[in-house]
């Protein structure tokens, strides 16, 4: 039996809308990802901060006392973020301290490699 070029050129061209979808998807959860962790650093915040103040067309004067409070607010949200982590983390901690309590020896083994582990810059 004798495959057309038409079907062929069908299936080619299947595989190669299936690749290029495959490879988009990877690209755009890899660039969500970035701009997520970009978001998320105090320097970006305090740029997007200061560049929506800049509507209000501040003067020279109080440009600086702008700056100031809204560097205030970032510490305090950083902290805030800090402390958050810190208090999620605990109860992970007590939670999966409860669950061993529950564990055959074998079970033990096995969750000490999957159980989830605390980032070093939440300590």
């Given at each position: ?6 079907f ?10 299936g ?60 902290g805030?973020?800090k ?8 109860i ?20 000490d490699k999957i159980?989830?582990?605390r ?5």
């Open positions: 039996m004798m495959i057309s070029r038409r062929k050129a069908g299936c080619l061209m299947t595989l190669l809308i690749f290029c979808l495959g490879i988009g998807f990877v690209f755009g959860v890899l660039a969500h990802s970035a701009w997520k962790k970009k978001t998320e650093q105090p320097a970006f915040l305090k740029w997007a901060a200061m560049n929506h103040l800049k509507k209000l067309k501040p003067t020279a004067e109080q440009q600086p006392r702008l700056e100031a409070k809204v560097d205030e607010a970032l510490s305090e949200l950083m805030f973020k402390q958050a982590m810190i208090n999620i983390w605990e992970i901690d007590r939670t999966t301290t409860s669950i061993d309590g529950d564990l055959t020896p074998e079970q033990k083994a096995e969750w159980k989830p582990k980032p070093d810059d939440v300590k």
